[in-house]
């Protein structure tokens, strides 16, 4: 007889006890700020981003200020994405010594040495036609793409990378960066893979943002189909194979039953990326007063990381670790009572 014996809302009946039982909680180390670095700013600036309010194209060394500012605040990585001063048909300027996250890259390390540093390996910033990778008849050849994403890794790496990203969904493309890497003495630099990445609309603002929007075209010869689940298992397992160390699932919160998928179907650490179009939903729905901008941020969060999700890549990193610890200092009543309960 489950009714009167059984009565769930008696573990409800107050925040203590709520704060108790919660079985997901959020800290600001669960978290990896994504920061636009454009090569040819002038030091010290840092110039609004128009499609993703809060977020900001940065000089390189403005790169420095904004990882300290998050490490500060318990947030333990950066990752890099890159706007180069010129592009060409491959992508070129992805592996320049001088290239703008390889120099925001020396900046933090040199900065803040602590920081985690990650850096995109991807070409479609890079590209004139905002493809991943190159072109051959109006297709992106795979193969051939390899070799520039490999020696980009490796030019991260040499800038002082402590983490590679690859997010262009080439097949083979971490067994080739992982042979790269170690070629050139980088056997101890891990790479995190945009495993199973959905060709998604939620990606608008970004590539606004990183000016990386295909010319032509679309993504869908190469990242995965919005429908497939199985697929994102086979993608893990061969990112895994080819020597992947973590792998991501992206985007987020569109996605959480593959977040789950892979979760339990693997055991290296699992990311979620929480996209541009995830966080303009939330900014601009609470900027005209639908939502509380404050409890979606922090009840997206916590669903992502209950989907199984060990880190989570987010545009609110900063803020949502600044909200967090604001509310723990607040007598140790804990953030997610966000549901406006009565
Ligand atoms: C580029 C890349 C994209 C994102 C991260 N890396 C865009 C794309 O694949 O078109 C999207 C991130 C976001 O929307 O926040 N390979």
Same mark, same amino acid.
């Given at each position: 007889?489950?009714?009167?014996?059984?009565?769930?809302?008696?573990?409800?009946?107050?925040?203590?006890?709520?704060?108790?039982?919660?079985?997901?909680?959020?800290?600001?180390?669960?978290?990896?700020?994504?920061?636009?670095?454009?090569?040819?700013?002038?030091?010290?600036?840092?110039?609004?981003?128009?499609?993703?309010?809060?977020?900001?194209?940065?000089?390189?060394?403005?790169?420095?200020?904004?990882?300290?500012?998050?490490?500060?605040?318990?947030?333990?990585?950066?990752?890099?994405?890159?706007?180069?001063?010129?592009?060409?048909?491959?992508?070129?300027?992805?592996?320049?010594?001088?290239?703008?996250?390889?120099?925001?890259?020396?900046?933090?390390?040199?900065?803040?040495?602590?920081?985690?540093?990650?850096?995109?390996?991807?070409?479609?910033?890079?590209?004139?036609?905002?493809?991943?990778?190159?072109?051959?008849?109006?297709?992106?050849?795979?193969?051939?793409?390899?070799?520039?994403?490999?020696?980009?890794?490796? *030019?991260?790496?040499? &800038? /002082? %990378? #402590?983490?590679?990203?690859?997010?262009?969904?080439?097949?083979?493309?971490?067994?080739? =960066? $992982?042979?790269?890497?170690?070629?050139?003495?980088?056997?101890?630099?891990?790479?995190?893979?945009?495993?199973?990445?959905?060709?998604?609309?939620?990606?608008?603002?970004?590539?606004?943002?990183?000016?990386?929007?295909?010319?032509?075209?679309?993504?869908?010869?190469?990242?995965?189909?919005?429908?497939?689940?199985?697929?994102?298992?086979?993608?893990?397992?061969?990112?895994?194979?080819?020597?992947?160390?973590?792998?991501?699932?992206?985007?987020?919160?569109?996605?959480?039953?593959?977040?789950?998928?892979?979760?339990?179907?693997?055991?290296?650490?699992?990311?979620?990326?929480?996209?541009?179009?995830?966080?303009?939903?939330?900014?601009?729905?609470?900027?005209?007063?639908?939502?509380?901008?404050?409890?979606?941020?922090?009840?997206?969060?916590? *669903?992502?990381?209950? &989907? /199984? %999700? #060990?880190?989570?890549?987010?545009?609110?990193?900063?803020?949502?670790?600044?909200?967090? =610890? $604001?509310?723990?200092?607040?007598?140790?009543?804990?953030?997610?009572?966000?549901?406006?309960?009565?």
């Amino acid at each position: 007889m489950p009714f009167p014996t059984h009565r769930l809302r008696r573990l409800r009946s107050s925040a203590t006890m709520r704060h108790m039982v919660r079985e997901t909680s959020l800290t600001p180390h669960d978290f990896i700020l994504p920061l636009f670095i454009r090569g040819n700013l002038a030091p010290k600036t840092r110039v609004p981003i128009k499609s993703m309010p809060g977020c900001y194209h940065i000089s390189p060394d403005m790169a420095a200020v904004m990882a300290k500012e998050a490490y500060s605040v318990g947030v333990p990585a950066v990752l890099l994405f890159g706007l180069p001063v010129r592009k060409d048909a491959i992508g070129s300027r992805a592996w320049a010594a001088d290239g703008a996250v390889q120099r925001a890259t020396l900046e933090i390390k040199a900065a803040r040495s602590e920081v985690c540093v990650i850096c995109d390996t991807c070409l479609c910033e890079y590209t004139d036609h905002g493809h991943c990778g190159v072109l051959k008849n109006e297709r992106v050849d795979n193969d051939a793409t390899l070799d520039l994403l490999a020696r980009t890794a490796v *030019s991260q790496a040499e &800038a /002082g %990378a #402590d983490m590679v990203a690859p997010s262009d969904m080439m097949d083979g493309r971490v067994a080739a =960066i $992982r042979k790269a890497l170690d070629q050139s003495g980088f056997e101890n630099t891990p790479i995190m893979s945009y495993a199973a990445k959905y060709a998604s609309s939620f990606y608008g603002p970004f590539r606004e943002a990183a000016e990386c929007a295909p010319s032509f075209g679309d993504r869908s010869g190469y990242q995965m189909d919005p429908g497939n689940s199985r697929e994102a298992i086979r993608e893990v397992a061969l990112d895994i194979e080819e020597g992947a160390d973590m792998v991501i699932v992206k985007p987020a919160l569109p996605y959480l039953d593959i977040i789950k998928t892979v979760r339990d179907n693997f055991s290296v650490p699992v990311a979620a990326y929480q996209v541009s179009g995830e966080y303009a939903q939330i900014k601009g729905a609470a900027a005209i007063g639908l939502v509380d901008e404050t409890k979606n941020m922090l009840e997206s969060l916590t *669903s992502i990381k209950r &989907a /199984g %999700a #060990d880190i989570i890549i987010t545009y609110f990193a900063v803020n949502a670790a600044k909200t967090l =610890i $604001r509310h723990m200092m607040n007598g140790g009543s804990m953030p997610l009572e966000v549901h406006g309960s009565d």
